[in-house]
């Protein structure tokens, strides 16, 4: 699995003119996954983004997590995370799990990172076509590869 976590001061999903679901501050979660991921990297992974230390503290260093704050999480599907652009310019996505294999995955990860934070985590609707809008604070962006565990 691969992320790219956004720290923002809000974001939202919009679907077909509608807002699907919108969060205050807290962790825009983009998230792509291969064929094979499985629940071992959905347990490291939320893991790590519950406890992901990239909040300001009193002193305006980056020592809180998410739950630190009380924050907010939203997960976004982005199976374009797993494009391979080595040959030629048009990406392949070959390594990108397919929907069968993915939505329950996306399922289990957006349900783990609840359970670490004690909190209802807001999604995108996956397979839709999604506007994503964020304030992004800082930036602070990150990205995290369950396979790479860096």
């Known amino acids: 699995m691969r992320?790219?976590?956004q720290r923002v001061k809000k974001a939202s999903v919009t679907i077909e003119g509608e807002i699907f679901s919108e969060i205050n501050q807290g962790l825009l979660i983009l998230l792509g996954i291969e064929a094979e991921d499985a629940q071992e990297d959905i347990d490291w992974l939320a893991g790590?983004?519950?406890?992901?230390?990239?909040?300001?503290?009193e002193n305006d260093t980056m020592n809180l997590s998410?739950?630190?704050i009380n924050g907010d999480c939203l997960v976004v599907s982005q199976?374009?995370?797993?494009?391979?652009?080595?040959?030629?310019?048009?990406p392949s996505f070959i390594n990108a799990a397919k929907?069968?294999?993915a939505i329950p995955l996306y399922e289990k990860l957006v349900f783990q990172?609840?359970?670490e934070t004690n909190k209802k985590v807001q999604?995108?609707?996956f397979g839709a076509m999604m506007e994503v809008a964020l304030i992004n604070d800082g930036p602070v962006t990150i990205w995290i590869d369950s396979k790479k565990r860096e």
Request: proline share 3%.
């Open 3 to 5: 992320v790219l976590i």
């Open 48 to 57: 790590k983004i519950a406890r992901l230390r990239i909040f300001s503290d």
């Open 66 to 68: 998410v739950q630190d």
């Open 79 to 90: 199976f374009t995370l797993h494009a391979n652009t080595k040959k030629g310019n048009r």
């Open 99 to 101: 929907p069968e294999m």
């Open 113 to 115: 990172l609840e359970n």
């Open 123 to 125: 999604t995108g609707s």
